[in-house]
């Protein structure tokens, strides 16, 4: 693809689209603590909250990759935010443990209509800059992802449950963003139906053989990524407050200085990848958070604090790296690769959620953190992987 100029308007529109998704899916596991307690659950119920969400949110994402690739539907990203807003109603007056569940379904369904074709709105407007244009998208959605428990703890925590309702403004808002992208989207289409481009990036010349080798070893560097998010995102504040005696609120501020982390963190990989390699900064983001990781369970409330902002600042940068040389390994399949990443992403988010939410009911929530202290060291595998010009 030739490098040409990136579109910014709609870098930044789709960046904040993706940053109002996230805050509102942010809010799941930011009630946990709520909702725990007002419908009496345990860890592997508040897991299998976790899992239904993520499962929701991936099953569908590599289908709905591989259908636009063929019939992009420009429109189908204010749609997918719809379901979330229907979820997030619901869920400010779930009454049970199923309907709450039921809820948290919706919110997965938006996000898997949302994340692929997003990415693939990003692709095109990057003028050539893939690593960047896929950071900049990611930068909104971990930004998302960390103001979502500081809203949190700012109006559910005092208020309660019923309050979650307010954010459905923050779903109208997107829907408003997504529906001018769609518009934006669908001349695109238009003016590539007139004029086939070659925007198929012929990245190497690997047999089939090797491409797949490829793709799984990409897929377990995301299992150890996300499996170690997740435990982050889901248990970071139980385990604040069990081993620290942290308030449910100080708990929130604690996982939002990780995830601002990991907001910070997520615009360096893209751009060092479109410069260095792709290889180098997937090899240093998921292997480079071990030392820190094997020190967190072993330190006290501020070196704990301390300690995940190198962990988030080191682990974000990995995703758009990892995507994008999937994207480079399948050329023309943007929508396929995206969906079947940030499913994939999403599925073992949740398997893991409710593996590990498990292991805490049957040990102690220190221990999760003990385990996964060594989920880093699968980076070692990186080795394997082969160049792709400067990757």
Known sequence: MKAGKAVYPILIAISLSHLLNDTLQSIIPAIYPIVKESFSLNFAQIGLITLTFQLAASIFQPFVGFYTDRKPQPFSLAIGMGFTLLGLILLSIAPSFEFLIFSVGLVGVGSSIFHPEASRVAHMASGGRRGMAQSVFQLGGNFGSAIGPLLAAIIIVPYGQSFIVWFSALAILAIFILFNVGKWYKRKVRIKARRPSSDHLVANNFSKQKVFISVGILLVLIFSKYIYLVSMTSYYTFYMIHKFGASVQDSQVYLFIF???????????????????????IWGSILGVAPFSLLLPHMNLFWTVILTIPIGVILASAFSAILVYAQELFPGKVGMISGLFFGYAFGVAGIGSALLGGVADRTSIEYVYQICAYLPLIGLITVFLPNIGKN
Do not use: E
């Open 259 to 281: 995830l601002f982390a990991v907001a910070a963190g997520t615009i360096i990989g893209g751009p060092l990848g479109d410069r260095i390699g792709r290889k180098y900064v």
